[in-house]
C-alpha cells in the first residue's frame, strides 16, 4: 500500500457528512442552494484508506463477494478471523475494505461513486467481522501487474473503531511470482503475515487463509 501521500477530501453522493477527526463522528455540511456533499477525510499516509469509510458499517456483514458472476478469472475464497491485538481474542464488528485487480492485473471496471471507486475498479468491497471474528471474501485470483513489479495480491484496509482506518500487509501467494527471499525481507508483517499458501477444494475453488491481527489502540 502506497503511503506518505495525503490525498485532498473525496466529494460522494449527496448526502453530507463529514467523518470528525477520530472517524467516529459525522457533522453535516450544506453547500449553498446546491444538494449538500459527503465529504470523507483524507487519512495522512494511508493513500485510499477513507474508502473504508465509505460503507455504514451497520449494514455490513461477514461474508462478501467482490467477483459477480462471469467475473473472468479463477475463483477464490479468502477467508480468516481477525484478533486484537494480543492474538488471540476474536474481534467481532471490525470493517474490512478489500480491493484487488482482475484476472488480467488491472483495477478495471470502477464505479463514479467515489474517487477510489473509480482507482480501484470493480472488485472491491466491504465487511464486518461477525461474533466470532471470521470473516469471508469470494473473489478470484487476482493478477500480476502487467510490468511484474509486484506479486499478485489483495489490499486489506482495517476499520477498527475509535482509530484512522490503516493499511495490513498485502495478501500474497506463497510460491507464486515475485514472492521470493528479497520480498519476504520487505515485510512488515503489518496485521500479521499476508503470504498465504493456496489450497485447491474439491470444485477447483483457491482457498486461502489469512487471520489479521489488530494493532493496539492508541492510549
Ligand atoms: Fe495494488
Redesign the pocket.
Known amino acids: 500500500m502506497p503511503s506518505g501521500v495525503t490525498m485532498p477530501v473525496v466529494l460522494i453522493g449527496a448526502a453530507a457528512v463529514l467523518i470528525d477527526s477520530c472517524g467516529t463522528g459525522t457533522a453535516e455540511r450544506g453547500v449553498g442552494r446546491n444538494a449538500p456533499e459527503r465529504v470523507l477525510r483524507a487519512v495522512p499516509g494511508c493513500e485510499g484508506c477513507e474508502a473504508a469509510w465509505e460503507r455504514e458499517p451497520a449494514t455490513l456483514g461477514p461474508r462478501i463477494s467482490l467477483a459477480r458472476e462471469g467475473e473472468p478469472g479463477e475463483p477464490l475464497i479468502l477467508r480468516g478471523t481477525v484478533y486484537r491485538a494480543d492474538g488471540r481474542t476474536p474481534a467481532p464488528g471490525i470493517v474490512l475494505y478489500v480491493h484487488q485487480?482482475n484476472a488480467a492485473g488491472a483495477y478495471a471496471g470502477g464505479s463514479s461513486e467515489s474517487e477510489w471507486s473509480r482507482m480501484h475498479g470493480r472488485l472491491r468491497g466491504w465487511l464486518k467481522t461477525g461474533s466470532d471474528g471470521r470473516y469471508e471474501v469470494r473473489t478470484i485470483k487476482p493478477g500480476q501487474y502487467p510490468d511484474r513489479r509486484?506479486p499478485a495480491?489483495i489490499?486489506i484496509t482495517v476499520l477498527d473503531q475509535g482509530r484512522d482506518p490503516y493499511w495490513i500487509d498485502?495478501v500474497v501467494f506463497a510460491g507464486k511470482a515475485g514472492v521470493d527471499a528479497a520480498y519476504r525481507a520487505e515485510r512488515q508483517n503489518r496485521g500479521g503475515p499476508g503470504i498465504v499458501t493456496l489450497a485447491r477444494a474439491a470444485d477447483g475453488t483457491w482457498i486461502a487463509k489469512r487471520d489479521i491481527i489488530l494493532e493496539r489502540q492508541p492510549d
Open positions: 485487480t509486484e495480491h489490499h498485502d
